[in-house]
T-cell receptor, first 112, second 113 residues
Framework: DAKTTQPTSMDCAEGRAANLPCNHSTISGNEYVYWYRQIHSQGPQYIIH???NNETNEMASLIITEDRKSSTLILPHATLRDTAVYYC?????????????FGAGTRLFVKA | NAGVTQTPKFQVLKTGQSMTLQCAQDMNHEYMSWYRQDPGMGLRLIHY???????DQGEVPNGYNVSRSTTEDFPLRLLSAAPSQTSVYFC????????????FGSGTRLTVV
């Protein structure tokens, strides 16, 4: 699976959009981009995933560049409860060697 | 629907002791995995399974054994606990078909003294 690069930490003002970038320049054509977050010491929580089209759900939007070498997770109106570590992962789904490898992630601080 | 259930939530072991961390899911998920997370660090994959009777090693498998006799359960066994295994352990599961994300349990906090 391709490697990802994320900033170590970011700040965001409460009520503003939080834009979290992820680079995955070695992504292959059948690898999907997944985002998870981990609030304090809880188990990680799945947020969203996509292949090449932009995706939106009740939690966030995922923007993937046309060349698929990078993506951005957007939390449209960040709240204090969105303070967490956000992980960007790329992997091939439905493979016999399925495994999801987490990197260090981005620590997002939402400030009042 | 309880999701992914991990027991115990907390455990203290002495060096050399063995124990089994339990993980059960009631969502009929085919894929299950075990991760460990050391303080201030990301998650590292220990072992994973793509279905009953099938397991494979992750990034850090040494010192741990797994088995998958049923779809629902995926226990993690520590053979001879060492202080380096002090960590928080997370179990996760997912559907095998389709593009689904993982559902994680709430974790087991293990201290080896």
């Amino acid at each position: 699976d391709a490697k990802t690069t994320q900033p170590t930490s970011m700040d965001c003002a409460e009520g503003r959009a939080a834009n979290l970038p992820c680079n995955h320049s070695t992504i292959s054509g059948n690898e999907y981009v997944y985002w998870y977050r981990q609030i304090h010491s809880q188990g990680p929580q799945y947020i969203i995933h996509g292949l090449k089209n932009n995706e939106t759900n009740e939690m966030a939007s995922l923007i993937i560049t046309e060349d698929r070498k990078s993506s951005t997770l957007i939390l449209p109106h960040a709240t204090l409860r969105d303070t967490a570590v956000y992980y960007c992962i790329v992997r091939v789904p439905n493979t016999g060697g399925f495994k999801t490898i987490f990197g260090a992630g981005t620590r997002l601080f939402v400030k009042a | 629907n309880a999701g992914v259930t991990q027991t115990p939530k907390f455990q203290v072991l002495k060096t050399g002791q063995s124990m089994t961390l339990q993980c059960a899911q009631d969502m009929n998920h085919e894929y299950m995995s075990w991760y460990r997370q050391d303080p201030g660090m990301g998650l590292r994959l220990i072992h994973y399974s793509v279905g009953a009777g099938i397991t494979d090693q992750g990034e850090v498998p040494n010192g741990y054994n797994v088995s998958r006799s049923t779809t629902e359960d995926f226990p993690l066994r520590l053979l001879s606990a060492a202080p380096s295994q002090t960590s928080v352990y997370f179990c996760a599961s997912s559907y095998g078909r389709g593009n689904y994300g993982y559902t994680f349990g709430s974790g087991t906090r293990l201290t080896v003294v």
